[in-house]
Every structure is written in C-alpha cells, then in structure tokens.
Nanobody, 122 residues
Framework: QLQLVESGGGLVQPGGSLRLSCAAS????????IAWFRQAPGKEREGVSC????????NYVDSVKGRFTISRDNTKNTVYLQMNSLKPEDTAVYYC???????????????WGKGTLVTVSS
C-alpha cells in the first residue's frame, strides 16, 4: 500500500520560511514524480511544484518561482518544499501526490497525501 505523509506546516509570519516534507512509502517503483499542490480557502486546488526521480526535471507555478525550492532525498523517498519569503496568499492546505512517470508535466496524479496546513499571517 502506497502512502504519502506530509509534514512541516504551521503558522508563520509574512516573509518567513517553512519546509514541507512528503514521505513516500509502500511502493517498489524505480521511477516516479512527486508534486506539491495547494488549496486556499474558497479557491480551487492548484499545482505548486513537481520533481522527478533524478531531480533533473522540476517545475514551479509562476507565483512561487524564486521563493520555493523543491528537492528530494531518494534514499529516504522523501520530497521537500522549501518555502521562503512567504506571503499571506500562500496560505493553503498543501498536498503531495505521486505519479509513476519519468517526467513532470500535467496534473494527473495516482496517489495523494492528506495535506498539511500552512498559514501565513501576522
């Protein structure tokens, strides 16, 4: 059984930083992509960032470019989202999701975590 567990969310002031973690377990794939999505209150879910097995393929939504960095530790099957210069509009529930694929692209995913709440407020 494949599981994704997010952690690292919390309350942070504007301009602050958080690092989210997504720990993946219960699968034997030798390649996959993991992506972060978020859903703000009253808004639709949007893709934030994605990374592939090697880390060579990554992408970011325009609103977080230069502020967020996605990375992965393949030894631990864990993907991170370092979020800097946080803004109130970054407030959302952040979800990680996995797809058996070699490359990032598109929003169709196979499995989803349950989310972690990020609140950016003074």
């Amino acid at each position: 059984q494949l599981q994704l567990v997010e952690s690292g969310g919390g309350l942070v002031q504007p301009g602050g930083s958080l690092r989210l973690s997504c720990a993946a377990s219960g699968f034997t794939w030798n390649y996959y992509v993991i992506a972060w999505f978020r859903q703000a209150p009253g808004k639709e879910r949007e893709g934030v960032s994605c990374i592939n097995t090697s880390g060579f393929s990554t992408n970011y939504v325009d609103s977080v470019k230069g502020r967020f960095t996605i990375s992965r530790d393949n030894t631990k099957n864990t993907v991170y989202l370092q979020m800097n210069s946080l803004k109130p509009e970054d407030t959302a529930v952040y979800y990680c999701a996995v797809r058996r694929s070699r490359w990032c692209g598109g929003d169709a995913m196979d499995y989803w975590g349950k989310g972690t709440l990020v609140t950016v407020s003074s």
